[in-house]
């Protein structure tokens, strides 16, 4: 991914908590990074889950990670952008100062939604915010590019399925690629690693990657 990029800085946003944000920061950093790419993590939720997250010494002791939740974060981002390949930032699960400096600075917005019938309204908000941010003077020519990743799915059910409809008919850009709800997740994050890591051939590995590459191309 590094030699070819235009879009390096990748922002995970909604405005609401517990939708995978962090979960899918950490993993997409660890996927890059594994492929060979100069990877930053900016963990600018005032919550710090990122900070303490990652195991120190082993193989993802090459990611940096920096904690910053002020409202300059968008100048330390740009910064850090001239000495990375890719930058993936996590953002806090509500609307603040912060997220908007995060978001002016991005190239591409990613949107997860947990698939519950009440989190498409949430999903909308945000892309109402990033919309907002497109339409301004800094942003108007240099778009951020935004979809909707449907997260902590289960497979096979009908609600992820219909949910995917419901979003495709708003209009609204949905990934094709989504990740479903397993233990690995979690287990991998208390290890302070991904499960790109801890099972390199997994389903989940297979989905974060699918995600990395969709977000290559956008
Ligand atoms: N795909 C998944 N499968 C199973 N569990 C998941 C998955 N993604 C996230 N989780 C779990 O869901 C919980 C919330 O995830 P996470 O902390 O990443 O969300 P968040 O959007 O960053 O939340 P917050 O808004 O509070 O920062 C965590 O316990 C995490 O381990
Ligand atoms: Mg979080």
Not at 26 to 33: D, E, I
Not at 56 to 74: C, K
Not at 111 to 116: G, R
Not at 160 to 174: D, N, T, V
Request: charged fraction near 20%; glycine fraction near 6%; hydrophobic fraction near 50%.
């Amino acid at each position: 991914m590094a030699e070819a990029r235009k879009r390096k800085i990748i922002a995970l946003a909604t405005l609401k908590g517990g939708s995978g944000k962090s979960t899918i920061a950490a993993c997409l950093a660890a996927y890059w990074l594994l492929d060979g790419c100069k990877m930053a993590l900016f963990d600018t939720d005032p919550q710090g889950s990122l900070i303490n997250w990652r195991q120190p010494d082993g193989p993802l002791e090459d990611l940096r990670i920096i904690a910053n939740h002020t409202q300059t974060v968008g100048q330390a981002i740009a910064q850090s952008a001239g000495f990375h390949d890719v930058i993936v930032a996590d953002t806090a699960g509500f609307r603040n100062r912060t997220t908007i400096a995060v978001l002016a600075a991005t190239d591409i917005a990613i949107v997860p939604v947990k698939a519950s019938p009440f989190d498409l309204r949430v999903a909308a908000d945000t892309l109402q915010l990033i919309g907002e941010i497109n339409a301004t003077k800094e942003r108007r020519h240099r778009k951020i590019v935004v979809a909707v990743l449907l997260a902590q799915t289960t497979p096979g059910s009908v609600i992820a399925r219909h949910l995917r409809a419901e979003i495709s008919e708003a209009g609204l850009p949905i990934m094709a690629a989504e990740l479903a709800n397993r233990v690995v997740y979690g287990e991998a994050a208390l290890a302070g690693l991904t499960p790109s890591v801890v099972q390199p051939n997994g389903k989940a590995s297979k989905e974060i990657a699918a995600v990395a590459m969709e977000i290559e191309n956008m």
